[in-house]
């Protein structure tokens, strides 16, 4: 009778636990995936979800494209994120974004840094607090980061001069315009594209100014610009908020002039289509969401990742843009 009892409980308490397990969420854990990402870890280490922060230098729908890429990258595993950016390019900001993150003690940081020389020390602050650190877009070399993932500004810079030259046919008169003068991907993509022009071609640059990361100043230099330089043959935009506004002024004025342009953001593939926009350089951004699921997953395992992830670049033109890429 004790023995038939015993076995009654036991059944009983199988099928509870078979009942609860049923009714947890479902979802594979991180070793279902490890084949499809080499650098993840044999086992989870955690036993908890996992928090990733996200921080972006600004809001603009280039980077609330680039989050949709990473919430579909991290839907197959148990992480929470929690996205950050400035209204507007603000180091302040950011710098408190990522003092907020250690604090928090999340489980890892992506980070694409407004200014690497100040945000260095706070990267470093955190993987001494055991939080692995990532940079997309914009690198942080000397500092503790785990990885980077992104292109070669210099060499995207030739490509640039390459689709000036082309466009213009080795002669003319360009603008340039950026967002800050003292970001180290617009000064490489400036030095590669200056480098290509100065010894292919015989193509003038009138003037480069930069607009600090203001939507208001990026409007003002433009038309100044244009207003200054009426005889000008095609304008570079260095940056996003350049380019986003680049294709505001064009629209408004009407202009025809040829607009060249890094990075494919939502308005620019709505330009290039419109023929507002003549080309795009494109960092195939749609690569970075799941490179960065797959390395925050990875470091937060103590597992080595590789340093740079370079995920390219090429250029779009109007003339084989569909509105598919």
């Not at 490509?159 to 617009?186: F, N, P, Y």
Request: charged share 20%; proline share 5%.
């Amino acid at each position: 009778m004790r023995i038939t009892s015993w076995a009654a409980c036991t059944f009983l308490l199988l099928l509870l636990l078979t009942a609860c397990k049923d009714s947890a969420p479902s979802g594979p854990e991180l070793t279902a995936s490890a084949s499809q990402h080499p650098e993840l870890s044999a086992g989870n280490n955690h036993d908890r979800p996992l928090t990733f922060g996200i921080i972006y230098p600004l809001a603009h729908p280039f980077y609330e494209m680039i989050t949709e890429s990473i919430e579909a990258a991290s839907k197959s595993y148990p992480i929470q994120l929690v996205v950050k950016a400035p209204d507007e390019i603000n180091l302040e900001q950011q710098i408190r974004m990522m003092e907020n993150m250690i604090n928090q003690k999340v489980d890892g940081i992506a980070l694409d840094p407004i200014d690497p020389v100040a945000l260095e020390p706070y990267i470093n602050r955190a993987v001494q607090a055991g939080i692995p650190v990532i940079c997309f877009e914009s690198d942080v070399p000397g500092s503790m980061r785990s990885s980077f993932i992104g292109s070669s500004y210099f060499n995207e810079g030739m490509l640039m001069g390459q689709i000036v030259e082309r466009t213009l046919k080795g002669k003319g008169m360009i603008m340039v315009e950026g967002s800050k003068a003292t970001s180290t991907q617009q000064n490489s993509r400036l030095a590669g594209m200056l480098e290509y022009l100065k010894t292919k071609t015989d193509i003038q640059v009138l003037e480069t100014r930069y607009n600090e990361g203001n939507n208001e100043k990026a409007i003002s230099d433009l038309e100044a610009l244009i207003e200054e330089h009426p005889h000008f043959d095609a304008l570079v935009a260095l940056d996003i908020i350049s380019s986003t506004n680049a294709i505001l002024v064009w629209k408004s004025q009407g202009l025809k002039r040829f607009a060249l342009t890094f990075g494919m953001t939502p308005e620019v593939k709505e330009a290039l289509l419109n023929r507002q926009i003549h080309a795009v350089i494109s960092e195939n951004e749609q690569m970075w969401g799941s490179k960065m699921i797959e390395k925050l997953l990875a470091v937060s395992n103590h597992n080595e990742v590789s340093e740079i992830t370079n995920t390219g670049y090429q250029e779009v033109t109007q003339t084989e843009f569909d509105g598919t890429y």
